[in-house]
Protein backbone atom coordinates (compact mmCIF):
# COMPACT_ATOMS: atom_id res chain seq x y z
CA UNK A 1 0.00 0.00 0.00
CA UNK A 2 0.97 3.33 -0.94
CA UNK A 3 -0.48 7.34 -0.29
CA UNK A 4 0.12 8.38 -4.53
CA UNK A 5 -0.51 11.92 -3.07
CA UNK A 6 -2.16 14.51 -1.02
CA UNK A 7 -4.14 17.85 -0.09
CA UNK A 8 -3.42 19.54 2.86
CA UNK A 9 -5.09 22.92 3.85
CA UNK A 10 -4.54 24.63 7.36
CA UNK A 11 -2.82 21.44 8.85
CA UNK A 12 -0.76 23.29 11.64
CA UNK A 13 2.21 24.98 9.94
CA UNK A 14 1.13 23.99 6.37
CA UNK A 15 -1.16 26.76 5.03
CA UNK A 16 -1.53 24.60 1.51
CA UNK A 17 0.12 21.94 -0.46
CA UNK A 18 -1.06 19.66 -2.97
CA UNK A 19 2.20 16.73 -3.05
CA UNK A 20 2.54 14.08 -5.27
CA UNK A 21 4.97 10.76 -3.82
CA UNK A 22 7.49 8.59 -5.49
CA UNK A 23 6.16 5.02 -4.62
CA UNK A 24 9.82 3.93 -3.10
CA UNK A 25 11.38 6.61 -1.29
CA UNK A 26 10.41 10.25 -0.14
CA UNK A 27 13.31 12.61 1.62
CA UNK A 28 12.11 15.59 3.02
CA UNK A 29 14.97 18.68 4.09
CA UNK A 30 14.59 21.43 5.93
CA UNK A 31 15.29 22.97 9.44
CA UNK A 32 13.50 22.27 12.55
CA UNK A 33 10.16 23.90 12.31
CA UNK A 34 9.86 23.87 8.69
CA UNK A 35 7.03 21.39 8.30
CA UNK A 36 8.70 18.04 7.61
CA UNK A 37 7.14 16.50 10.56
CA UNK A 38 3.69 18.09 10.04
CA UNK A 39 3.38 16.13 6.67
CA UNK A 40 4.11 12.96 8.46
CA UNK A 41 1.22 13.95 11.29
CA UNK A 42 -0.89 15.12 7.96
CA UNK A 43 -0.55 11.20 6.50
CA UNK A 44 -0.75 9.36 9.91
CA UNK A 45 -3.77 11.09 10.21
CA UNK A 46 -5.43 10.06 7.26
CA UNK A 47 -4.05 6.28 7.64
CA UNK A 48 -5.46 6.16 11.79
CA UNK A 49 -7.56 9.17 12.03
CA UNK A 50 -5.54 10.58 15.26
CA UNK A 51 -2.73 12.70 15.48
CA UNK A 52 0.96 11.17 15.83
CA UNK A 53 1.91 13.17 19.00
CA UNK A 54 -0.12 12.63 22.19
CA UNK A 55 -1.94 15.83 21.43
CA UNK A 56 -5.00 17.28 21.49
CA UNK A 57 -7.15 17.12 17.82
CA UNK A 58 -7.36 21.09 18.10
CA UNK A 59 -4.20 21.98 18.45
CA UNK A 60 -4.03 20.34 14.38
CA UNK A 61 -5.84 23.55 12.58
CA UNK A 62 -3.34 25.77 11.48
CA UNK A 63 -3.24 29.14 14.08
CA UNK A 64 -5.62 31.61 13.62
CA UNK A 65 -7.85 28.89 10.96
CA UNK A 66 -11.16 27.46 11.73
CA UNK A 67 -10.97 24.30 9.74
CA UNK A 68 -8.52 21.81 8.56
CA UNK A 69 -8.72 19.19 5.38
CA UNK A 70 -6.58 16.43 4.84
CA UNK A 71 -7.03 14.38 1.43
CA UNK A 72 -5.33 11.82 0.26
CA UNK A 73 -5.42 8.92 -2.82
CA UNK A 74 -3.96 5.50 -1.48
CA UNK A 75 -3.37 2.76 -3.84
CA UNK A 76 -3.52 -0.62 -2.01
CA UNK A 77 -1.42 -3.68 -2.70
CA UNK A 78 -4.32 -4.56 -5.64
CA UNK A 79 -3.85 -1.63 -7.33
CA UNK A 80 -7.48 -0.59 -6.64
CA UNK A 81 -7.24 3.30 -5.35
CA UNK A 82 -9.26 4.87 -2.32
CA UNK A 83 -9.65 8.23 -1.62
CA UNK A 84 -9.14 9.21 1.87
CA UNK A 85 -10.53 12.46 3.42
CA UNK A 86 -10.54 14.06 7.23
CA UNK A 87 -11.28 17.38 8.47
CA UNK A 88 -11.81 19.22 11.41
CA UNK A 89 -14.36 22.59 12.20
CA UNK A 90 -13.67 24.10 15.20
CA UNK A 91 -17.28 23.59 17.20
CA UNK A 92 -18.24 21.12 15.15
CA UNK A 93 -15.94 18.28 15.53
CA UNK A 94 -14.18 16.02 12.89
CA UNK A 95 -15.61 14.08 9.87
CA UNK A 96 -13.82 11.02 8.30
CA UNK A 97 -14.77 9.94 4.36
CA UNK A 98 -14.10 7.13 2.55
CA UNK A 99 -14.15 7.95 -0.79
CA UNK A 100 -17.17 9.46 -0.48
CA UNK A 101 -18.97 7.88 1.88
CA UNK A 102 -18.57 8.86 5.50
CA UNK A 103 -18.06 6.54 8.69
CA UNK A 104 -20.88 5.50 11.01
CA UNK A 105 -18.22 5.00 13.70
CA UNK A 106 -14.28 6.02 13.53
CA UNK A 107 -13.31 3.11 14.62
CA UNK A 108 -14.29 1.87 11.20
CA UNK A 109 -11.42 3.09 9.70
CA UNK A 110 -8.42 1.46 12.23
CA UNK A 111 -6.38 -1.06 10.17
CA UNK A 112 -7.84 0.35 6.38
CA UNK A 113 -4.57 1.99 5.90
CA UNK A 114 -1.42 0.23 8.11
CA UNK A 115 0.80 2.84 8.84
CA UNK A 116 3.83 2.67 10.95
CA UNK A 117 5.86 5.95 12.56
CA UNK A 118 9.43 6.13 14.20
CA UNK A 119 9.45 9.06 15.83
CA UNK A 120 12.31 11.02 18.12
CA UNK A 121 9.05 11.18 21.11
CA UNK A 122 9.73 7.02 20.81
CA UNK A 123 11.55 7.24 23.66
CA UNK A 124 8.84 7.70 25.91
CA UNK A 125 8.03 3.85 24.84
CA UNK A 126 11.02 3.31 27.15
CA UNK A 127 11.01 6.22 29.49
CA UNK A 128 7.42 6.94 29.96
CA UNK A 129 4.60 5.77 31.72
CA UNK A 130 2.75 2.09 31.88
CA UNK A 131 0.07 4.11 29.74
CA UNK A 132 2.21 5.19 27.24
CA UNK A 133 3.14 1.39 26.06
CA UNK A 134 -0.64 0.07 27.00
CA UNK A 135 -1.55 2.74 24.12
CA UNK A 136 1.20 1.29 21.91
CA UNK A 137 -0.17 -2.24 22.43
CA UNK A 138 -3.46 -1.17 22.08
CA UNK A 139 -3.41 0.90 18.83
CA UNK A 140 -0.67 -1.57 17.18
CA UNK A 141 -3.65 -4.25 17.89
CA UNK A 142 -6.17 -2.85 16.87
CA UNK A 143 -5.42 -1.92 13.40
CA UNK A 144 -5.57 -6.20 12.78
CA UNK A 145 -8.09 -6.95 15.34
CA UNK A 146 -11.37 -5.77 15.36
CA UNK A 147 -12.39 -8.03 18.38
CA UNK A 148 -10.14 -6.68 20.41
CA UNK A 149 -10.84 -3.16 19.62
CA UNK A 150 -14.52 -4.03 20.61
CA UNK A 151 -13.75 -5.82 23.74
CA UNK A 152 -11.04 -2.72 24.51
CA UNK A 153 -14.28 -0.41 24.09
CA UNK A 154 -16.42 -2.31 26.34
CA UNK A 155 -13.97 -2.98 29.16
CA UNK A 156 -12.93 1.05 29.30
CA UNK A 157 -16.84 1.67 29.83
CA UNK A 158 -17.22 -0.56 32.34
CA UNK A 159 -14.33 0.54 33.84
CA UNK A 160 -15.58 4.12 33.57
CA UNK A 161 -18.53 2.73 35.31
CA UNK A 162 -17.24 0.88 38.38
CA UNK A 163 -15.39 3.98 39.22
CA UNK A 164 -17.65 6.72 39.21
CA UNK A 165 -19.72 3.96 41.35
CA UNK A 166 -16.22 3.74 43.37
CA UNK A 167 -16.41 7.90 44.03
CA UNK A 168 -20.15 8.02 44.59
CA UNK A 169 -19.91 5.33 47.80
CA UNK A 170 -22.04 2.53 46.25
CA UNK A 171 -21.92 -0.65 48.50
CA UNK A 172 -24.40 -2.91 46.79
CA UNK A 173 -22.20 -5.97 45.49
CA UNK A 174 -24.82 -6.96 43.08
CA UNK A 175 -24.35 -3.29 41.24
CA UNK A 176 -20.88 -3.90 41.28
CA UNK A 177 -21.00 -7.74 40.17
CA UNK A 178 -23.18 -6.51 37.34
CA UNK A 179 -20.37 -4.27 36.21
CA UNK A 180 -17.47 -6.87 37.18
CA UNK A 181 -19.15 -9.44 34.82
CA UNK A 182 -18.55 -7.28 31.58
CA UNK A 183 -15.50 -5.86 32.52
CA UNK A 184 -14.55 -9.60 33.11
CA UNK A 185 -15.39 -11.27 29.96
CA UNK A 186 -13.69 -8.43 28.24
CA UNK A 187 -10.58 -8.12 30.03
CA UNK A 188 -10.24 -12.22 29.43
CA UNK A 189 -9.99 -11.48 25.50
CA UNK A 190 -7.53 -8.34 25.86
CA UNK A 191 -5.06 -10.13 28.46
CA UNK A 192 -5.10 -13.27 26.31
CA UNK A 193 -4.81 -11.18 23.01
CA UNK A 194 -1.78 -8.94 24.56
CA UNK A 195 -0.13 -11.94 25.54
CA UNK A 196 0.29 -13.93 22.11
CA UNK A 197 0.78 -10.49 20.70
CA UNK A 198 4.15 -10.06 22.57
CA UNK A 199 5.04 -13.73 22.02
CA UNK A 200 4.56 -13.31 18.45
CA UNK A 201 7.08 -10.26 17.55
CA UNK A 202 9.03 -10.84 20.28
CA UNK A 203 11.44 -12.86 17.91
CA UNK A 204 11.13 -10.18 15.09
CA UNK A 205 11.98 -7.38 17.37
CA UNK A 206 14.90 -9.30 19.06
CA UNK A 207 16.02 -9.75 15.19
CA UNK A 208 15.46 -6.23 14.36
CA UNK A 209 17.83 -4.78 17.07
CA UNK A 210 20.39 -7.56 16.81
CA UNK A 211 20.62 -6.35 13.65
CA UNK A 212 20.90 -2.73 14.15
CA UNK A 213 23.05 -2.61 16.86
CA UNK A 214 25.63 -4.92 14.88
CA UNK A 215 24.98 -7.77 17.94
CA UNK A 216 26.57 -5.57 20.25
CA UNK A 217 23.78 -6.31 23.37
CA UNK A 218 20.83 -7.91 23.62
CA UNK A 219 17.24 -6.58 24.04
CA UNK A 220 13.68 -7.62 25.15
CA UNK A 221 10.54 -6.97 26.10
CA UNK A 222 7.89 -9.02 28.21
CA UNK A 223 4.23 -8.17 29.16
CA UNK A 224 3.54 -7.41 32.81
CA UNK A 225 -0.12 -7.89 34.08
CA UNK A 226 -1.87 -9.14 36.94
CA UNK A 227 -3.60 -11.44 35.37
CA UNK A 228 -1.03 -13.52 34.60
CA UNK A 229 -1.54 -14.71 38.27
CA UNK A 230 -5.51 -14.39 38.52
CA UNK A 231 -8.88 -13.78 36.75
CA UNK A 232 -9.79 -10.10 37.02
CA UNK A 233 -13.48 -11.29 38.41
CA UNK A 234 -10.77 -13.16 41.68
CA UNK A 235 -8.74 -9.69 41.30
CA UNK A 236 -11.50 -7.34 41.83
CA UNK A 237 -13.61 -8.99 44.37
CA UNK A 238 -10.14 -9.62 46.27
CA UNK A 239 -9.67 -5.37 45.92
CA UNK A 240 -13.48 -4.18 45.85
CA UNK A 241 -13.09 -2.96 50.00
CA UNK A 242 -9.37 -1.54 48.92
CA UNK A 243 -11.20 0.89 45.86
CA UNK A 244 -13.76 1.92 47.69
CA UNK A 245 -11.34 3.69 49.82
CA UNK A 246 -9.17 4.75 47.04
CA UNK A 247 -12.10 5.85 44.68
CA UNK A 248 -10.91 4.10 41.55
CA UNK A 249 -9.96 0.34 40.46
CA UNK A 250 -6.68 -1.01 41.24
CA UNK A 251 -6.65 -4.03 39.49
CA UNK A 252 -7.23 -4.62 35.60
CA UNK A 253 -5.67 -4.69 32.40
CA UNK A 254 -6.03 -1.11 32.67
CA UNK A 255 -2.68 -1.56 34.66
CA UNK A 256 -0.61 -3.67 32.39
CA UNK A 257 2.83 -2.73 30.80
CA UNK A 258 5.16 -3.73 28.33
CA UNK A 259 8.77 -4.47 30.58
CA UNK A 260 11.91 -3.24 28.53
CA UNK A 261 15.05 -5.05 28.86
CA UNK A 262 18.72 -4.62 28.03
CA UNK A 263 20.82 -7.99 28.10
CA UNK A 264 20.29 -8.78 32.03
CA UNK A 265 18.92 -5.44 33.19
CA UNK A 266 16.39 -2.69 32.32
CA UNK A 267 16.51 -0.45 29.43
CA UNK A 268 14.75 2.40 31.04
CA UNK A 269 17.53 2.49 34.01
CA UNK A 270 20.52 1.24 32.26
CA UNK A 271 19.98 2.17 28.17
CA UNK A 272 22.00 4.75 26.82
CA UNK A 273 20.49 7.43 24.23
CA UNK A 274 21.10 5.08 21.72
CA UNK A 275 20.36 2.55 22.85
CA UNK A 276 17.17 3.27 23.81
CA UNK A 277 16.47 4.52 20.18
CA UNK A 278 17.66 1.56 18.75
CA UNK A 279 15.32 -0.46 20.90
CA UNK A 280 12.53 1.47 19.68
CA UNK A 281 13.05 1.48 16.04
CA UNK A 282 13.92 -2.13 16.10
CA UNK A 283 9.98 -2.60 18.16
CA UNK A 284 8.11 -0.35 15.53
CA UNK A 285 10.28 -2.37 12.62
CA UNK A 286 8.77 -5.36 14.07
CA UNK A 287 5.21 -3.88 14.63
CA UNK A 288 5.56 -3.02 10.79
CA UNK A 289 6.27 -6.90 10.05
CA UNK A 290 3.02 -7.81 12.42
CA UNK A 291 0.30 -5.22 10.77
CA UNK A 292 2.15 -6.63 6.94
CA UNK A 293 0.86 -10.03 8.15
CA UNK A 294 -2.42 -9.59 10.08
CA UNK A 295 -3.70 -6.70 7.61
CA UNK A 296 -2.05 -8.84 3.96
CA UNK A 297 -1.39 -4.59 3.16
CA UNK A 298 2.25 -3.46 2.94
CA UNK A 299 1.95 -0.37 5.44
CA UNK A 300 3.61 3.29 4.97
CA UNK A 301 6.69 3.76 7.14
CA UNK A 302 7.53 6.70 8.14
CA UNK A 303 11.08 7.93 9.38
CA UNK A 304 10.98 10.94 11.64
CA UNK A 305 14.53 12.52 11.90
CA UNK A 306 16.27 8.96 12.12
CA UNK A 307 19.44 10.27 12.51
CA UNK A 308 19.37 11.93 15.73
CA UNK A 309 21.70 10.34 18.73
CA UNK A 310 22.52 7.07 16.46
CA UNK A 311 25.69 6.60 14.47
CA UNK A 312 26.31 6.47 11.32
CA UNK A 313 27.04 2.60 11.46
CA UNK A 314 23.17 2.27 13.07
CA UNK A 315 21.45 3.96 10.89
CA UNK A 316 23.28 2.48 7.79
CA UNK A 317 22.05 -1.05 8.84
CA UNK A 318 18.42 0.74 9.43
CA UNK A 319 18.34 2.03 5.50
CA UNK A 320 19.99 -1.05 4.26
CA UNK A 321 16.83 -3.17 6.35
CA UNK A 322 14.33 -1.13 4.78
CA UNK A 323 15.27 -0.30 1.91
CA UNK A 324 16.63 -4.05 0.94
CA UNK A 325 13.43 -5.57 -0.19
CA UNK A 326 12.92 -7.42 2.93
CA UNK A 327 8.79 -6.21 2.08
CA UNK A 328 8.86 -3.00 3.24
CA UNK A 329 7.19 -0.57 0.78
CA UNK A 330 6.66 3.33 0.26
CA UNK A 331 9.49 5.21 3.14
CA UNK A 332 9.10 8.33 4.38
CA UNK A 333 12.18 10.00 5.84
CA UNK A 334 13.11 13.78 7.42
CA UNK A 335 15.99 15.47 7.82
CA UNK A 336 17.57 18.91 8.83
CA UNK A 337 21.26 17.38 6.84
CA UNK A 338 21.47 17.10 3.11
CA UNK A 339 23.73 14.60 3.31
CA UNK A 340 22.61 12.22 5.43
CA UNK A 341 20.12 11.87 3.00
CA UNK A 342 22.06 12.45 -0.47
CA UNK A 343 23.76 9.05 1.40
CA UNK A 344 20.77 7.30 2.00
CA UNK A 345 19.46 7.88 -1.99
CA UNK A 346 22.72 6.82 -3.06
CA UNK A 347 22.58 3.15 -1.88
CA UNK A 348 18.48 3.13 -3.05
CA UNK A 349 18.05 1.09 -6.58
CA UNK A 350 14.15 2.00 -6.68
CA UNK A 351 12.57 4.97 -7.14
CA UNK A 352 12.73 8.17 -5.02
CA UNK A 353 12.15 11.72 -4.51
CA UNK A 354 13.68 14.57 -2.22
CA UNK A 355 11.71 17.63 -1.01
CA UNK A 356 12.60 20.91 0.41
CA UNK A 357 10.69 22.19 3.08
CA UNK A 358 10.45 25.71 4.32
CA UNK A 359 7.23 27.19 6.61
CA UNK A 360 5.14 24.85 5.78
CA UNK A 361 6.09 24.95 1.56
CA UNK A 362 7.32 21.71 -0.33
CA UNK A 363 9.26 22.11 -3.30
CA UNK A 364 10.86 18.97 -5.49
CA UNK A 365 14.66 19.14 -5.47
Not at 180 to 205: C, G, Y
Amino acid sequence: MRIDGIDIINFKNIAEASLDFSKGVNCLLGMNGMGKSNLLEAIHFLCLARPMQSIPESALPRHGSEMMMVKGNFIMDSDVSENVSCGIVKGKGKTLKCNGKEYQRISEHIGRFPVVTVTPADHSIVSGSAEERRKLMDMVISQGDKTYLSHLIRYNRSLDSRNRMLKAGVKDKLLYESVENAMDQSASVIHSTRAAWVKEILPVFRARYSEISGDAEKASIRYSSALNEESLRVLLDNTRAKDQVLGFTSKGVHRDDLLTGLDEYSMRRLGSQGQVKTFTIALRLAIYSYLRKVSGLTPILLLDDIFDKLDSSRVGRIMEMVSGGEGFGQIFITDTNREHLDEILATIHGESRLFSVSDGQFDIL
